[in-house]
């Protein structure tokens, strides 16, 4: 699996070998391996999710590249969401499949998403459709599900990509809402479908 900013890529190898004894066998063998880890961009990374094209005070690149959405009273006057509505961020970002690596059916990886409040994963506790992550149009597949949706995913090939929205539907919260919905969100994509609802 994939998660959305960690690269793997494996560097010289290097061995050393124990003491050789008459039959050809061998006590003990201690190798070493190198290994190189990169962290990318949000915009570069296997999955990337890229504000760029449509940036704004809610959705942006910080100077890290790393994305983000603050509907918190931070960049703004304004410190949230409105009770009893549905509020809609258009086109915030783009979401890129980048890998190459594939196993689902017709060669297509999923993305999926997490929904945490406080460290906890809230995703199947929220009532279903509050906090959604819906394409503009459609996925690559045709498919416009929520990544959020349990045991839904969106299915990407490589180098397919979508722009996304963001719903946030508080008509559905008692009382119309209060307090924090959530503050982290983790995007999950995987070669095989399957996987992304492991996670």
């Given at each position: 699996m994939k998660r959305r900013t960690v690269i793997l890529g494996m560097g010289a190898l290097t061995a050393g070998t124990g003491t050789i004894l008459g039959t050809g066998a061998f006590s003990s063998v201690e190798a070493s391996r190198s290994v190189s880890v990169t962290v990318a961009d949000d915009s570069a990374a296997y999955l990337a999710l890229d504000a760029t094209e449509n940036s704004t005070d809610f959705?942006?690149?910080?100077?890290?590249?790393?994305?983000?959405?603050?509907?918190?009273?931070?960049?703004?006057?304004?410190?949230?969401?409105?009770?009893?509505?549905?509020?809609?961020?258009?086109?915030?970002?783009?979401?890129?499949?980048?890998?190459?690596?594939?196993?689902?059916?017709?060669?297509?990886?999923?993305?999926?998403?997490?929904?945490?409040?406080?460290?906890?994963?809230?995703?199947?506790?929220?009532?279903?459709?509050?906090?959604?992550?819906?394409?503009?149009?459609?996925?690559?597949?045709?498919?416009?599900?929520?990544?959020?949706a349990p045991v839904r995913a969106a299915s990407f090939g490589p180098g397919e990509s979508a722009r996304v929205d963001i719903v946030l539907d508080t008509t559905v919260l008692e009382d119309g809402g209060s307090g924090t919905l959530l503050d982290q969100v983790v995007f999950v994509a995987a070669a095989n479908p399957f996987d992304v609802h492991e996670f």
């Open positions: 959705v942006d690149q910080d100077e890290t590249g790393q994305f983000r959405v603050r509907l918190d009273g931070s960049v703004t006057a304004g410190e949230g969401v409105n009770q009893n509505a549905v509020t809609r961020l258009a086109e915030a970002f783009t979401l890129r499949y980048q890998g190459s690596n594939v196993s689902g059916p017709h060669d297509r990886g999923a993305v999926s998403a997490r929904l945490f409040a406080d460290g906890e994963d809230v995703t199947e506790t929220l009532p279903e459709d509050v906090v959604q992550f819906v394409p503009t149009e459609s996925w690559p597949d045709g498919g416009q599900s929520d990544l959020t």
